[in-house]
């Protein structure tokens, strides 16, 4: 770098034409003397100061105004001539006559010419994208062009340790408050190892550093500097959907505090961590805990007016929206809808909150079942997961029949939304309000109740399968709520009770906006519709055999399956394993049962029995009573390929007789058989688990006196 410091040059305009001084051609002239701004008035009627800059076209006017002047005053033209060739001189451009002294006898200097110094530039190594101004430096489009600003020129060198080089330019789309997106920057390509950047440069990128250095988080959130990985981590959306909220909340205003976004990152962080206050605030780098309430308090407020009433809930519902767009395809082609009919899933989740000092409220929100105080949160969601609204919360003495009771009792409420022939699909919790739904038109579909019986015929276990594979996404929707917001997971503090069902909306409306609906593409799959449509009234043959043939109690010593029997059993994909179990859940259950027949050699230990050449009867352990053991019975068609080669089954569990899909026991076996055992390794869940508590044996020390402690 040059030993003399450099500032940076600037550049004036012509004082008559407003021409920039870099774009006049000829000499550069600036006014040096008191007398030419004198003339320049009188001429030209210009205001001019020293040092002004006048381009070749203006002083050539000026030149002749002035001549056309001075022929007009005749008696004075001798001295005029005189003093205008003493006042007009050009200073050389070279610097050794700009070095040497004015001598005495010259002229004086009425005009003088800048020379335009550089700045100089280092050489870092810095690798750097291409240095271009007539396209975008990532893209390389040449339209719609803006130069790229300091903070997405420092986001890259952080990031990407990149160098922009000042005055390149990019899309405006690839901008976001002044920061480029995070895939976008992904695409920057680096053309050169070397960065020559100027002292101004490095000054200002030293300065920026300096200030990123004192920031806290929430700062770094008001200037939108964050990485976009950290903001999802802590709100759980881009920066794209925060400002797209933001521009929702339109009475939410910035104080002097905090601004919006900063609010609205601090409500969010709260709502998905379940953090206290202290906590929150420590990791954002707030002044005070009490911030953390203010803010959610402001933000709460404002989706209480400006978002909820319009965007969410049962009155900004739409039916016809809704069936054309949120009615999953198996729905669809299962349960015959028409284009008029609306399928609803409504279930009861928990919301657990600390004991209650209120002794009549400590009694309506304790439940037996839970054993454990909680509200019930009540949600109503489409067949495809999108969530129509939900109420509440109810207390937790109140069951599912009784709150979806008193919804259809609000003339204002979900009847408004409804017409004769939508459909219900709802679990057993609600058999009381079936009744109900069919008087007012509506359809009511549960899974079969089994009673004192041992089992559901095939027709009820097929018609149950038929509602599961539709109402699952309810149970979907919870899970995601109590994984994503841990606020409503974890135990709920007393004083945020009011506001319960506020935060409860606000989850599922932000779900419903930024969320992924649950459509599984398997259940969904023509082959899979078409096999439960053909097998939905078809009964069990296999278990009509097996009754009659008294299979189940013959007395005859099963046999321990090795790695060389049953080798003719059909072959399956996992995909072939999908579309025989009509979904992913029971291959998931199959996994886990076998993970229990595993020993510590990875030996399988299962109990077989052939039936006939073709029909194997095994042993399989119940998933709930470890004492409980159910025969299944699977025949099949041998050394073939495919899910077509297990011609029926039958288990003596309660959905054994399931002609639609199979139960998991069933499942577990054709599993194992038909592709686990090709596997170099059957994977155990969570295999870590099963030995926790015995790496040690525990010896209790219980003294013989300790009846007196």
């Known amino acids: 770098m040059s030993s003399t410091t450099n500032t940076k040059q600037r550049y004036k305009n012509c004082i008559r034409c407003n021409l920039n001084e870099r774009k006049s051609t000829g000499y550069k002239r ?23 800059f006048i381009c070749s076209k203006c002083y050539a006017v000026f030149s002749c105004t002035r001549s056309r002047l001075t022929k007009e005053e005749a008696t004075t033209t001798n001295q005029s001539e005189d003093r205008v060739s003493q006042s007009f001189s050009q200073l050389s451009v070279s610097s050794t006559n700009s070095s040497q002294q004015t001598d005495p006898g010259d002229p004086p200097i009425l005009f003088t010419e800048r020379k335009i110094v550089e700045e100089d530039e280092i050489e870092l190594p810095i690798p750097r994208c291409i240095a271009t101004h007539k396209y975008c430096c990532i893209c ?23 160098f922009i080089r000042a005055g390149n330019r990019c899309c405006k789309d690839h901008l976001i408050k002044k920061h480029l997106y995070e895939e976008v920057m992904n695409n920057i390509i680096a053309t050169s190892n070397v960065s020559s950047m100027k002292a101004s440069d490095v000054s200002n990128f030293l300065q920026k550093f300096r200030i990123d250095v004192d920031k806290e988080l929430t700062d770094k959130v008001g200037d939108f500097s964050l990485p976009e990985n950290r903001l999802i981590i802590f709100t759980g959306l881009t920066w794209e959907n925060l400002f797209e909220l933001r521009a929702m909340m339109t009475s939410l205003r910035n ?15 709260k709502l998905r961590t379940g953090n206290s206050n202290n906590v929150i605030s420590s990791v954002l780098g707030l002044e005070r805990p009490q911030q953390v309430s203010d803010f959610s308090a402001s933000v709460l407020e404002s989706f209480e007016k400006d978002v909820l009433p319009s965007r969410f809930g049962i009155k900004a519902a739409n039916q016809q929206y809704l069936i054309e767009n949120h009615t999953a395809p198996v729905a669809k082609l299962l349960h015959d809808f028409n284009d008029s009919q609306l399928g609803l899933v409504c279930d009861g989740t928990y919301l657990r909150h600390e004991k209650s000092t209120n002794n009549e409220y400590q009694r309506k929100s304790y439940s037996g079942q839970k054993k454990a105080p909680l509200c019930k949160p009540f949600t109503i969601c489409t067949t495809n997961g999108y969530i129509v609204d939900m109420l509440g919360p109810y207390y937790a003495n109140v069951n599912d029949a009784k709150i979806l009771e008193d919804i259809f009792n609000d003339p204002e409420g979900l009847v408004t939304l409804l017409r004769p022939g939508d459909k219900f699909f709802l679990d057993r919790g609600f058999r009381d309000v079936i009744c109900k ?8 579909l549960m899974p079969a109740l089994k009673g004192q019986r041992k089992q559901l015929t095939a027709t009820e276990a097929n018609n149950s399968r038929m509602v599961t594979i539709v109402r699952w996404v309810v149970e979907a929707v919870h899970g995601v709520i109590s994984q994503k917001y841990k606020l409503l997971h974890n135990q709920f503090d007393n004083k945020m009770i009011p506001h319960a069902g506020t935060y409860c909306r606000i ?60 080798l003719d059993f059909p072959e399956m994909t996992e995909e072939d394993l999908k579309i025989c179990f009509t979904g992913t859940y029971q291959l998931s259950q199959a996994i886990s049962y076998l993970a229990e027949l595993i020993d510590e050699e990875g030996r399988v230990n ?31 068609t041998p050394n073939s390929i495919g899910y077509g080669g297990v011609k029926r089954y039958y288990c003596e569990c309660a959905n054994g007789m399931r002609t639609v899909g199979c139960c998991s026991d069933i499942a577990s076996v054709i599993y194992f058989l038909s592709h686990a055992r090709y596997l170099s390794k059957i994977i155990r869940p969570a295999e870590k688990l099963t030995k926790i508590y015995q790496e040690k044996e525990i010896v209790p020390v219980i003294n013989d006196d300790s009846d007196e402690d």
């Open 30 to 52: 600036f006014i040096q003397l008191q007398s030419v701004v004198d003339d320049l008035k009188k001429c030209l009627n210009v205001d001019a100061e020293i040092d002004d």
């Open 140 to 162: 390389r489009k040449d339209r719609n062009l803006m130069a790229v600003p300091m903070e997405g020129r420092l986001q890259v060198f952080t990031v990407r340790n990149i």
């Open 255 to 269: 104080s002097d505090s905090r601004n919006v976004t900063q609010a609205i990152v601090v409500f969010l962080f």
């Open 437 to 444: 739904l069919t008087e007012m038109g509506y359809e009511g």
């Open 507 to 566: 989850a599922c409306f932000l779900i419903n906006i930024f969320g992924k609906r649950f459509v599984s593409s398997i259940s969904s799959s023509e082959e899979v519709v078409n096999l439960m449509k053909r097998k939905k009234d078809t009964g069990n043959s296999l278990a009509e055999e097996a009754e009659s043939g008294r299979w189940s109690r013959r007395r005859t010593k099963f046999m321990k399956l090795t790695s060389n029997d049953i």
């Open 606 to 636: 299962i109990d077989y029995l052939k039936e006939s050449s073709s029909v194997l009867k095994i042993q399989v352990r119940s998933r709930h009573i470890s004492a409980k053991t159910y025969n299944c019975y699977v025949e099949y």
